[in-house]
Every structure is written in C-alpha cells, then in structure tokens.
C-alpha cells in the first residue's frame, strides 16, 4: 500500500477544489479498496474527477482525469501549467460579499489563467463549495465566506501542478474515456448520485443531471471495459435499481467519512463500492 509523508497526506486532505461528495474523507476506507499504484500496468482513469481526490492520493505517472464540467477542467489545466499565475489573479480578488458577487456576475475574463483563478475564487467562497448553474450556465451559487479561501497557498498549487505533469485532462462524458479504457488500464468512477437523493434534489455539484439511463450506459460500458481487461471500482448510491445494473460485479457497502479530518467514519452512507474484482469483505452481486 501506498505510503504518504504527512506534507502530501495533508494535501492529498485538502485539495484545491471544495467538492460536496468528494471522496477524500472516504479515503482512509477506500484506499485498501484500490490496487497499488505499481500494480496498474496501464492507465489510471477517472471519468468524473471533480476535485480529483483519489488521483491526488494515487498520484499515478500515466492518468487520464476528465469531468464534463469545462469551468472545472479548465481549471485543471491552467494549474498544471501555470500555478503561480493562478495564484497571482485569485489572491488579488477582493474579500468581501460584494466583491463575491461583482467576480461571479460581472468578470468575464477570456485567457485561461483568468478563467481558472475566477473558478477556483468562486469554489472557495462560494456556500458550501457547490457548482450550480443557471439556464443560461452561469454560476449562481450565493455567498459562503473567506474561511477556506486561504486554507490553499502558492506552494499548494505549485505541488498540484507537478501531480498534473503529463496526465492527459479532458471535458467529455464518461463514455468516451471508458469505451477508449484497454487492457490493464484501471478506471476509477464516482458518478453523481441518482436523481431524488440529496445531490440530485440540491443540484449540489450536478452540471448535467445524471439520469437513470445514464447509470444504465455507465453500467454496459463497465462491463464491456470489463470483458476487455479493464479493472475498475466506482462508488456508488447503494439503490437497488442501480445496483442491479451491475451483476456479476462485487460489492461493499461504506461507512459514511464525517467530521473535518479525512478517514473519521461514521454510520452506513448509503453507498457503496462496485469492483470487477475481489475486494476483502465485498458480496458478489
Ligand atoms: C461525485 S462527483 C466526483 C467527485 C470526485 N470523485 C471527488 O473526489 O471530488 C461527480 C462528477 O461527475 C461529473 N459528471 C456529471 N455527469 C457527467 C458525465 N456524463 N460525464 C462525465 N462527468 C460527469 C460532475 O461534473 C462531477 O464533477
């Protein structure tokens, strides 16, 4: 198993984006879950990266990282290629609510470094870390305060920048990556909710709304990926109609991750691992 020194595993705990349903408080229980990094012999692939939480705890050589949110691709890469310029834009941002809401509906900056230190202002400062948009897509999340605006620094970033060094980034929907996936690639998924749990009714960080059919076209190319070689894990509302999808697979169920350390588990979350391979502890569904 991987071992971290305390400087990475603080922020591998950090991350530099907020996420609602990011899996870095579960990664105490999921990291005995997932392969060792010398044991994938082909890619990493995490087809809904949101804050990227378990790539930063891998830290894998070759990996591919996609998301259909652009804003937070784009973001990806300006930190992979220019962190302090990243920095330099977002520390300038003002500190109050009306500098909030003159960055989120007046600054429409054009160059990527602009971009990304808008998103990663907004992510920071916005209420409870949510990505919501309107009709017309922009960002309408309201205000949520400076407190985990500088809980990130320079040198964070500069960090995050080198554990993006020559992984591919891409804006697509999960089918494409997985159909792409070959022998001995490992996918990690962590698909929105379904639809009526607490995300879905939230919009918490839902850029298009996941639907059941989309579990369903989540599900065939799993098990196609599957029959070519691919392993992979995703995690998972445990609801019945979803987990059916997925026979043949393993399952077990996780802890819920509460509390501000990461790995502090509490009561059943309601979700669940799917592995195409044997886990310690997982059912065969
Ligand atoms: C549960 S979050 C991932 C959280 C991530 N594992 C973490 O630790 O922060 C789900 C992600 O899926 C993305 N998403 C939603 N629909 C998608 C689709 N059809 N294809 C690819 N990504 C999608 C969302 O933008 C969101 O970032």
Redesign the pocket.
């Known amino acids: 198993m991987l071992q971290l020194n305390c400087k990475e595993t603080e922020r591998s705990a950090k991350?530099f984006?907020r996420?609602p349903?990011?899996?870095?408080r579960l990664l105490v229980f999921l990291r005995r879950c997932l392969p060792a990094v010398e044991d994938i012999d082909g890619k990493y692939i995490?087809?809904?990266?949101?804050?990227?939480?378990?790539f930063f705890y891998l830290r894998p050589k070759r990996a591919v990282l996609?998301?259909?949110?652009p804003e937070?691709i784009d973001l990806y890469r300006a930190i992979r290629y220019a962190p302090r310029q990243v920095w330099a834009v977002y520390k300038e941002f003002g500190n109050t609510k009306t500098d909030y809401y003159l960055v989120r509906d007046k600054y429409t900056p054009k160059a990527l470094v602009e971009k990304a230190a808008r998103t990663l202002y907004l992510n920071r400062t916005c209420f409870k870390g949510m990505?919501r948009h309107n009709r017309e897509g922009r960002f309408n999340v309201g205000y949520g305060g400076q407190q985990r605006r500088w809980v990130i620094n320079q040198e964070d970033l500069v960090y995050y920048s080198s554990a993006l060094r020559g992984v591919e980034l891409e804006c697509?929907?999960?089918q494409l990556l997985i159909d792409r996936a070959q022998e001995g690639d490992f996918i990690f998924a962590?698909?929105?909710?379904r639809p009526g749990c607490r995300e879905c009714l939230h919009s918490h960080?839902?850029?298009?709304q996941?639907k059941y059919h989309?579990y369903q076209r989540l599900a065939e190319c799993l098990q196609s990926a599957k029959s070519r070689g691919v392993r992979w894990l995703m995690t998972i509302s445990s609801h019945e109609d979803i987990i059916c999808l997925l026979k043949g697979n393993y399952a077990l169920r996780i802890p819920r991750g509460t509390g501000k350390m990461p790995g502090i588990l509490t009561a059943d979350s309601g979700e669940v691992i799917v592995s195409s391979y044997l886990i310690e502890g997982s059912a065969r569904l």
């Open positions: 991350a984006v996420y349903g990011g899996k870095r995490e087809p809904f990266v949101g804050s990227g939480a378990v996609s998301d259909i949110n937070l990505w697509a929907d999960f962590d698909p929105p909710y960080y839902v850029w298009h996941f989309d």
